[in-house]
T-cell receptor, first 114, second 113 residues
Framework: AQSVTQLGSHVSVSEGALVLLRCNYS??????LFWYVQYPNQGLQLLLK??????LVKGINGFEAEFKKSETSFHLTKPSAHMSDAAEYFCAVSEYSSASKIIFGSGTRLSIRP | DAGVTQSPTHLIKTRGQHVTLRCSPI?????VSWYQQVLGQGPQFIFQ???????GRGNFPDRFSARQFPNYSSELNVNALLLGDSALYLC????????????FGQGTRLTVV
């Protein structure tokens, strides 16, 4: 069975500082990996996805993530945090052979300090 | 272009009642998935439908059921509501049943009292 583990339910950084949100996955097959963002009272928006084309994936709003098979990790980073980045972030994995069934982590709430 | 639309946006029901939630996918999308997001947790997969057939089911009791109509819209039905069914119910649509990007609606907030 596939699963993802997000380390840290809450991360707080200063505006302009590096953002690092950690995600480790478990999968017996090559996974599809995703990061989604959820703003208060809204649905989920896809930030980026890994589909085996490249290990470093660039997404929207300046975010990127690196797939490291040896570490089974897919951490999300952004060089400089903006106040507008404050939201809940979810790492997710999709079963290779099961269409659109996405398994989400428990989420990390990102707070930005002025 | 309209995104994924869900109705209603908010709903309050009493324990034991039945509820129907609705989802209209993006035009041209043939796959709809349903997720339950309990407060403070990540979404959990409930169902996936593609071309009106069930393609996947998560670990939810038989009180939960769904269907997809010829126009690819979908309904999620929950019978005999429990307090624990209170959650944000998210619908996602994708172009095909494969691993294409899923686009999420803003959800229906269900409160069971």
């Amino acid at each position: 069975a596939q699963s993802v583990t997000q380390l840290g339910s809450h991360v707080s950084v200063s505006e302009g500082a590096l953002v690092l949100l950690r995600c480790n996955y478990s999968s017996s097959v090559p996974p599809y990996l995703f990061w989604y963002v959820q703003y208060p009272n809204q649905g989920l928006q896809l930030l980026l996805k890994y589909t085996s084309a490249a290990t470093l994936v660039k997404g929207i709003n300046g975010f990127e993530a690196e797939f490291k098979k040896s570490e089974t990790s897919f951490h999300l980073t952004k060089p400089s945090a903006h106040m507008s980045d404050a939201a809940e972030y979810f790492c997710a994995v999709s079963e290779y052979s099961s269409a659109s069934k996405i398994i989400f982590g428990s989420g990390t709430r990102l707070s930005i300090r002025p | 272009d309209a995104g994924v639309t869900q109705s209603p946006t908010h709903l309050i029901k009493t324990r034991g009642q039945h509820v129907t939630l609705r989802c209209s996918p993006i035009s041209g999308h043939k796959s709809v998935s349903w997720y339950q997001q309990v407060l403070g947790q990540g979404p959990q997969f409930i169902f996936q439908y593609y071309e009106k057939e069930e393609r996947g089911r998560g670990n939810f009791p038989d009180r939960f059921s769904a269907r997809q109509f010829p126009n690819y819209s979908s309904e999620l039905n929950v019978n005999a509501l429990l307090l624990g069914d209170s959650a944000l119910y998210l619908c996602a649509s994708s172009l095909t049943g494969g691993n294409t990007e899923a686009f999420f609606g803003q959800g229906t907030r269900l409160t069971v009292v």
